[in-house]
C-alpha cells in the first residue's frame, strides 16, 4: 500500500510561489491517479488538482487553475504541486492524496481518494 508524505510548505507572501512534493512509498505509486486537497480553518476539505497515473491527464479547481500546475514524476514515486500567484486565500493545510483505483480516471472527490498524506501547512500574507 502507498504511504505519502508531503513537504514543501511555508510562509510567503501574496504573489510569490511555492512547490509542494509529495513522496510515496511502495512499488505501486505509478498505478494510481494523484491529487492535490486543501481545508482552511473553519472550511471543508476542497479539491485543488489531479493528475492521472500516467501523467498525461490533468484536473484542476477553477479558483486555481492557471496559478497552479500538478505533476509527477513515476521513477522518483514523487508528485508536485507549483503553486504560483498566491493569494491569501490559498492559506491551508495541503494534502496529497492516492486515487482507490488502479489506472483509474483522474477524479476529483475526496471519497475517491484511499490513502492520504499527513499534510503540510502553506501561509501565504497580504
Known amino acids: 500500500q502507498v504511504q505519502l508524505v508531503e513537504s514543501g510548505g511555508g510562509l510567503v507572501q501574496a504573489g510569490g510561489s511555492l512547490r509542494l512534493s509529495c513522496a510515496a512509498s511502495?512499488?505501486?505509486?505509478?498505478?494510481?491517479?494523484m491529487g492535490w486537497f486543501r481545508q482552511a480553518p473553519g472550511k471543508e476539505r476542497e479539491f485543488v488538482a489531479a493528475i492521472s497515473w500516467s501523467g498525461d491527464s490533468t484536473l484542476y479547481a477553477d479558483s486555481v487553475k492557471g496559478r497552479f500546475t500538478i505533476s509527477r514524476d513515476n521513477n522518483k514515486n514523487t508528485e508536485y504541486l507549483q503553486m504560483n500567484t498566491l493569494k491569501s486565500e490559498d492559506t491551508a493545510v495541503y494534502y496529497c492524496?492516492?486515487?482507490?483505483?488502479?489506472?483509474?480516471?483522474?477524479?476529483?472527490?475526496?471519497?475517491?481518494?484511499?490513502?492520504w498524506g499527513q499534510g503540510t501547512q502553506v501561509t501565504v500574507s497580504s
Open positions: 492524496a492516492a486515487g482507490r483505483t488502479v489506472f483509474g480516471p483522474v477524479v476529483t472527490g475526496a471519497t475517491e481518494y484511499g490513502t
Open positions: 511502495g512499488p505501486t505509486f505509478s498505478w494510481y491517479g
